[in-house]
């Protein structure tokens, strides 16, 4: 019995030690944002940065995440406002079964291209700690900034942090109506 629990808290303290390094070298603010290509829905390639130095935000979910479902209807309205405006937006499923995703997006009426990373491809390239998980990155390729949990997408701090990448692009794109009240 005394041998369970040695290497018990050995494995404990094994995990704790590669979470804590899982967290501390992931992709910080400030710091290039790591590239990638994965499919969409239907199967074509896609690749991040892509040719076009545009803002960009990388959001990761799943369907089986309660919170990430939850949030997805503000994100698509926040799609709505964004996505002819310059914002390159790259909704990621780390889900395993493409089915489930295909669903999710028919029976919601969600507009958001998804892309597949059911291999942990991009996850694993920006380390991710859960889901929901968000990174906005400026046009340079730099990540701006990052946040893991559910987002309010039709907050006013949040449109005025994409505001802010569209003045730093050259004052290129600048949406003009953020979807919000009061604004």
């Not at 994965?38 to 130095?53: H, I, N, Q, T, Y």
């Amino acid at each position: 019995m005394k041998r369970f629990w040695i290497i018990a808290v050995i494995a404990g303290l094994a995990y704790i030690a590669w979470s804590a390094f899982h967290f501390y070298t992931r992709p910080k603010v400030g710091e290039s944002a790591p590239a990638f290509v994965l499919k969409d829905l239907s199967g074509r390639e896609v690749a991040f940065p892509g040719e076009d130095p545009s803002p960009a935000i990388i959001h990761f979910w799943a369907t089986w995440c309660g919170q990430c479902m939850s949030e997805l209807i503000s994100f698509n309205r926040f799609y709505d406002v964004y996505s002819n405006k310059g914002l390159k937006i790259f909704a990621i499923s780390i889900d395993e079964e493409k089915q489930a995703v295909e669903a999710v997006m028919e029976n919601m009426g969600f507009a958001f291209p998804v892309l597949l990373d059911s291999k942990g491809t991009a996850s694993d390239l920006y380390r991710n700690v859960g889901v929901p998980e968000t990174v906005i990155i400026n046009s340079e390729g730099i990540i701006f900034e990052r946040f893991v949990g559910a987002a309010d997408w039709n907050s006013e701090k949040l449109h005025a942090t994409i505001d802010t990448l569209f003045l730093r692009n050259g004052g290129k794109n600048v949406p003009e109506d953020k979807g919000t009240q009061g604004r």
